[in-house]
Structures are given as C-alpha cells and as structure tokens.
C-alpha cells in the first residue's frame, strides 16, 4: 500500500477523466470519421476505446455488437441510451452493413428483449425473409439467441448467458432465483 499513494492522484485522475468526458471537449468534431461539426456525445461502457464519437460512428461500431451498453453526453452528465433508440437494427442471416441487405426482410419486433450477460437490452430485429428453408426460430437460434417460447418470439436469452449460468449452477450451486436477482 505504501508503495501506491504516491500514485494515488494519478489513479484518481484516471477515474474521473473516464466517468467524464475524456479528451472530448477539446476535439471539433468526431475523431472517428473526421467529419468536421458532428457532434460527438456518444460513448460505450465496454468497447476498449475512450472517446465521444458520433451517432453514425456508434451505430457503425456497434452493428455487430448490439449487447453493449452506451451512453449519451447530456452536457453536464452521462444518461444511458440504447442502441434501438438510436436507430440500430439487427438484420439476422446477413451481414450487419450496407453491402449484405436483405431484399426481402421479414419485420420483427421493435422491442425484441435480449438477456446478455450484462444486463437486459432492447433489440430492433429484422427476420430475412428471403430464405424459406430457415425460420425465425431457427434464425434467433443461429444466432445464438435461445428464445423463451417457440411462437412469435419476444425474447430470448444469449447462449453466452445460458452458458455462464450453467457453469454458476453447477460450480457453485447458484439457484436461477439468486442468478436472476444478482
């Protein structure tokens, strides 16, 4: 411990200038794209970079990794946001850009509820429509989104989260009560 307080100021710098806005009051615009006057609010709690980026950049960032949890400047605090209110749509059986677009989606639920291992999200989902030999369940399930009913699913809970949740149960005998609740 001893050996710590000398650092103890730079440590607490560190904390405050990543629950704060970073270097972002000192960029004109957004350091992702360059695009001079956009305005960068936007942060995520678990991508591994630390500055403001724009909406598009965020949304861009993050269509492959719709679970992330993010947060908007609102001038003087940080207020979470979801990325389906921001836009963001997952497009199951293509690829998550421009080039890959479903011709003929199949709408899905604009409050699709996702279990993660972080926390409960929002999901804006679009079903292709353009393969009759896959199904919406099996979509969601290809996807790794086990769903909780097999009709017109609403929700589903990650494989990911099933999986920590085995190995909870079994290694420490967690109920699903005490997982939930945790």
């Given at each position: ?48 970079f630390d500055e ?131």
């Amino acid at each position: 411990l001893k050996t710590w307080i000398p650092y103890w100021d730079a440590f607490l710098d560190a904390l405050l200038w990543c629950e704060g806005q970073g270097d972002g009051l000192q960029v004109l615009g957004c350091p992702a794209c360059n695009i001079p006057g956009e305005s960068s609010v936007y942060c995520c709690n678990e991508c591994f970079f630390d500055e403001l980026i724009c909406k598009g950049c965020c949304l861009h960032w993050h269509a492959r990794l719709p679970f992330h949890h993010v947060k908007e400047w609102k001038g003087l605090h940080f207020k979470a946001v979801a990325l389906a209110n921001l836009g963001l749509c997952v497009q199951l059986n293509h690829a998550s850009d421009e080039q890959d677009v479903c011709p003929s989606p199949k709408a899905g639920l604009s409050n699709f509820i996702v279990l993660h291992v972080n926390g409960l999200h929002s999901v804006n989902i679009i079903f292709c429509g353009c393969s009759k030999t896959c199904s919406v369940l099996n979509q969601l399930l290809q996807h790794g989104l086990f769903p909780t009913t097999v009709q017109q699913p609403q929700t589903c809970s990650t494989f990911q989260l099933l999986h920590y949740f085995h190995l909870q149960s079994i290694q420490l005998k967690v109920s699903t009560i005490h997982f939930y609740q945790a």
